[in-house]
């Protein structure tokens, strides 16, 4: 197999491949994958404007003189090698070529004394998913989505409010943390609320209020919610769940269309509560060690 740094000359024929993954991406998910009008000339300038990032490492798989995959790593996010831009021609050689490019790029990896992958995958994307499995790495997180709707009736004792700075030991204690500041509290464009029974913080959640990648086509602002977490499990039921009802309202009044949720796989109890709440699974993100 012929696996090798990409170059200038090489841009057009991965954002071909990138087209074909956001087309089919877009009929799993119509609104999350939604493709932006100029997808690919934007797609276009971000390849050929990272070919020259030092922190990229941009690789292609060619057969008979034709590029038929490549794979993008972020190399320069903490120890992580991390890999959103994945592509092949046919679908149906992500055992054979997938997983050559997949060492590949981690061989990049462990050259600068990184030691995990971080991959990520569209929910329904079977081909790719299988190849995943079968290359040892497991599902961390998952990527709910939904359209934000507004409206919620509070559980009787539970009080849900804007974060201020001296929540911050509480919210500690439910992150099973020390020493965070949670600097996200009273930033611009960031929401961050904690959820009360009683006279004690039971849960709280950070959504950052931001655009889709260029690419992609939200329809507006997306609330990203990057971090919620309650004191026991039991909590997501009724709290958690009137938690996120009310950062979407928060959203909302933001301008926030579209509402996106990280959650841990193995977090059955925010996952249902995620179900509950009409949410989807738009994507998972695989995690492993280098071999």
């Not at 990229?56 to 959103?84: P, W, Y």
């Not at 981690?106 to 994307?125: F, M, N, P, S, W």
């Amino acid at each position: 197999m012929a696996i090798r740094q990409a170059i200038l000359n090489d841009v057009p024929s991965m954002v071909d491949l990138s087209e074909a993954v956001r087309s089919r991406y877009e009929t799993y998910q119509p609104r999350f994958w939604r493709k932006a009008q100029d997808s690919r000339g934007k797609q276009t300038s971000y390849f050929e404007s990272q070919l020259q990032n030092e922190r990229m490492a941009m690789l292609v798989h060619e057969t008979s003189g034709t590029v038929d995959g490549f794979v993008i790593a972020n190399l320069g996010r903490g120890q992580e090698c991390s890999i959103d831009d994945f592509a092949l021609a046919n679908e149906q050689q992500w055992e054979s070529i997938g997983k050559a490019l997949l060492l590949a790029a981690g061989a990049e990896a462990k050259k600068r004394g990184i030691q995990r992958y971080v991959v990520v995958c569209g929910h329904l994307d079977v081909p790719k998913r299988q190849m995943l499995n079968n290359f040892g790495l497991e599902i961390v997180d998952y990527w709910y989505t939904a359209l934000v709707q507004s409206g919620c009736d509070l559980p009787e004792g539970i009080h849900i409010r804007n974060a201020v700075a001296s929540d911050a030991p509480s919210m500690q204690g439910i992150a099973k943390t020390s020493g965070r500041e949670f600097a996200e509290i009273g930033r611009d464009n960031f929401i961050v609320l904690v959820c009360e029974q009683g006279n004690a913080v039971i849960g709280y959640a950070i959504a950052a209020i931001l655009t889709a990648p260029p690419v992609y086509d939200a329809g507006g602002p997306v609330c990203l919610v990057i971090e919620s977490a309650m004191n026991q499990h039991a909590d997501w039921r009724m709290a958690g769940k009137a938690m996120l009802q009310v950062m979407q309202n928060r959203a909302s009044q933001q301008g926030a269309v579209q509402y996106v949720v990280v959650c841990e796989a193995s977090h059955h109890a925010k996952r249902d509560t995620l179900h509950e709440l009409g949410s989807t699974i738009a994507s998972e993100w695989y995690g492993g060690d280098i071999q």
